[in-house]
């Protein structure tokens, strides 16, 4: 069957004034005129199109060209671009705007600013989207993921205790204010890690490596940085801690172990003001 809200794989099946048809084994929808490529050749009878399907403003399937940011299923950060009487409207990427209806808001949503928002299908088979992203996703680990997992972050906000993730589109944990070495804001999108288990499910996140791994990595990313700079640096391990996170996004102490372990191994000076790649 053709998926609403969700990219399909159809086949031409005839053309009219207005756009084509393309179908599968069930139905066929139309792909409007203003959607077509250039190229006559893509959408002869029987090739195949990959689409996005949507409903329009009748409720009939339709498809599109066009790439939504998002998909039925899945988190994005999108900007409010207008208000009516029933909810928001964000940019999602197609002609057609997305609506928030208000009960879907978490907080009242503001025209001009971004929000992090999950994409799904009312009761009447319409895309719609919601803040209430709790709702839909898991914010317990049921053997889902294991301890120190590389995993990709999607920040929805602040909270008293730390910052709440999307993680990998499918679950919600927390990165605790303690875990934070380096500024968030909603919308931010970076790789982090499973943290220690909970016993009540909920997910904590860490955005550090394990101390080995992670003195490991900050060492090379050090030394890339005295190649890119002539080999020396006025950051040391009395700089300010600011500077250094400003830089390296760690903390002053992570950084004068990386440097440590560098002047262990020969391949770093100390000089009064400077740090330096040691001469061959």
Known sequence: MISIGSRNTLTVTSHTDFGIYLGDETENILLPEKYLPDDQ????????????????SEDRPVATTEEPYAEVGECAFLQVVGKTTFGSFVDWGLSKDLLVPFKEQRVPMHEGRSYVVYIYLDKSNRIAATTQISRHLKEE??????????????????????????????????????????PIRAGDQFKGYIGEFRDDGRINLTLQKLAHEMREELSDKILAFLHENGGITTLTDKSPPGEINAIFHVSKSNYKKALGKLFKEGKITFHEKTVRLKQD
């Open 41 to 56: 050749s893509l959408y002869e009878i029987g090739k195949e199109m990959d689409v996005f399907v949507y409903l329009d």
């Open 141 to 182: 680990n049921e053997g889902d993921f294991e301890f120190r997992q590389e995993v990709d972050l999607l920040i929805t906000g602040k909270t008293d205790l730390g910052y709440k993730a999307v993680i990998n589109g499918t679950h919600l944990g927390l990165i605790h204010q303690n875990e934070v070495v380096r």
